[in-house]
């Protein structure tokens, strides 16, 4: 019954939201349909590190900095279609297994701050990142593609235009019914990574993940290399990221190059919250049904601000207390509940 | 117990060291640009003690063991609301001043009341729920600066004559008050004195506090809860008032750094001020230890400074943006290494 209370509550103002917004049914479930494909991928990869007992992983971010990089490197050598989408990939892929790596060997000396540690790690590699793209590219990196550049010659344009990536694969399969377009290609793609991260959850690494998140001292006597196995989930998370934020920008079809992947882990953790998980316990379908509720509350909310109270900006304030106040209520219950179990635990 | 790990150690002073280097090295830059060292001087100086009641608001809560304040924006709330308040009263000068830093306490006493009943519910995380705990206080707040029934047209929006503006001036109501109180040029160099000698006695009031026997039970606590416990300390009493401590601090901090800006910055400004206030102190040495008035006032004007010299610096590079990216960088890269150095240190003390 509790653990379903969150998951009702946003249900809850979703549907208030929809009635107050006076937008069509039919129009909210395609922006919902549109929200599923775009950010279930960035949602899901924060099931492993909690699995794992590390938390929220707000370092994340670094995951949707690899599929940046990989989406310049392809407008840069201007390599479009899916030839481009697999350059994307082969080289953001990569770049988010290094970077993974050593997010991982961060984690394991912070044991215990890892959630306030991902976020600096987070804000230290957007500076590294906005530093390479802003000096680094037309002084140490020769560009191919002057349209991408500032005019001074060096730094990458703020905006890049994706059009050679645009709904490349969002186009695929699409069925129209009652009036709601359905990219079956791309629901069935993200079902498809919401079952590997269930398998993966299932086999012998899920399982040391429990054991880790259960108890670093057991595991370790149970011949686990709790590091390691830490370091697996942050790898993890962070490919499963970066492959996020590809189709987040290819579903946009705009790139902010030095601002788009910020705030993704905000809205990442706080859909996932919405469906039902906890700091210690995620669940694929917490991420599935999460990502739903926490977009839907966030495609109706400004119209319904604007329509009771006739001002659109409540909409938006509401919006980020949702967003931000579902991350700081999980934090709150959670980690009062565990202080409590582990001080009956102590007596 | 506390002498072994508080030795002089390199590793504990590598952010310094770090800060240090970065600031010569700017330095070095403006000089060679052929900067006004004068101004930028007095400019320091006027950072400093704009900045550093912020930086001195996080000392209460790490010397109580409530980890770096994350949290600061709900003290910015508070002192957000007693200037609103004093400039919606029309109050100006320094009573103004005095009067908005009044209102502040007040509102700094009962939110930080609220927000030390949370952290106590949090214990040992207190620095992610704080940090959310902040930010969602700010749309709290931006709701309320929104719909705030102040009547002064000087802040509410020019058209509709509802809502706050995001920045009001404060020309006329107390711009400047502190910064103009006996300031003195000397060298070229213009001497904020009043702002000076207003962080002095604050710095001053929070050194004596932590000697006395409040403030040893309140560090007892931060050392070790359970010892506190044992001497017959109330624990969640020191540590809620270690809170309250820090959020009316931080409250008066706000009012200090808005009349030496000038402006009022309401809404989404304040989202992001804890993190350079934690820098600070981190960066005048507070790592692994006790949090002390030096560090505070050390670390303030060093990473200030950065702040100054960055500027002169950006218009000299190709690429003006760089000096802020990395003066970001080194900000943030402080507080990583301090998370990472005081958990290499738990995990040594626990193998």
Redesign the interface.
Known sequence: MRRNLVPAVFLVLCLLGTYYSRMGASFVAGEIVTRFIRDGVLTLSLVIPVAAGM?LNFAMVVGSMCAQCGLVMAVDYQVSGPAGLALILAVGLPLSILTGWLIGL?MN?????E???S???G??AT??Y??VF??GYGTVITPHNRDMMLS?G??VRNMIDLAPFRNIVDRLWVVDICGVELPVFMILAVLAVACAVWLVLHSRLGRHFRAVAESGRKARLSGIDVDAVRIKAMILSTMLACLGQVIYAQNIGMLNVYTAHLNSDVFACASLLAGGATIYTAKVRHALLGVLLFHGLFIVSPQAGQNL?S?A??GE??R??VA??A??FA??MN??RE?LESAGRGR | MRFDARGLRLDAHIPQLFIIAFLVLLAGAALRLDSPVGLMLGDSLVRLGMNGVLALSLVPMLNVGAGLN?GLPVAISAGLLGMCLAVNCRLRGLPGFFAAIFFACVAGVVLGWLYGR?LN?????E???A???G??F???M??FW??APFSNPAMLWPIGGK?MRPAIGLRGYFAGVLNSLGSFTLFGVTVPTGLLVFFGLLCLGVYLFFRTSLGRAMIATGESEPFARMAGIRVERMRLLGVILSTVIGAVGICVYAQSYGFIELYDAPLMMA?PAASAVLAGGCLGGRALVRHVVLGTYLFQTTYVLSGPVANGL??P??AE??R??VS??I??YA??YE??R??KHAA
């Open positions: 938390g961060c000396r912070v044991k215990g701050k959630m306030i540690a976020i600096i790690i804000f230290v500076s590294v906005q530093l802003m000096t001074r060096v730094g109270f001002n900006a409540l304030y509401f980020s207390f931000y106040g991350i700081a934090l709150i980690i009062r202080n | 994350f949370i519910r949090v214990k040992g995380r620095e992610i729920a940090a959310f705990v930010f969602s700010i749309s709290i931006n709701f929104a719909t809502g993190f190709m690429v943006e760089a990216i990395i970001m960088l943030n890269g507080i990583l998370l990472i958990g290499t738990r995990r």
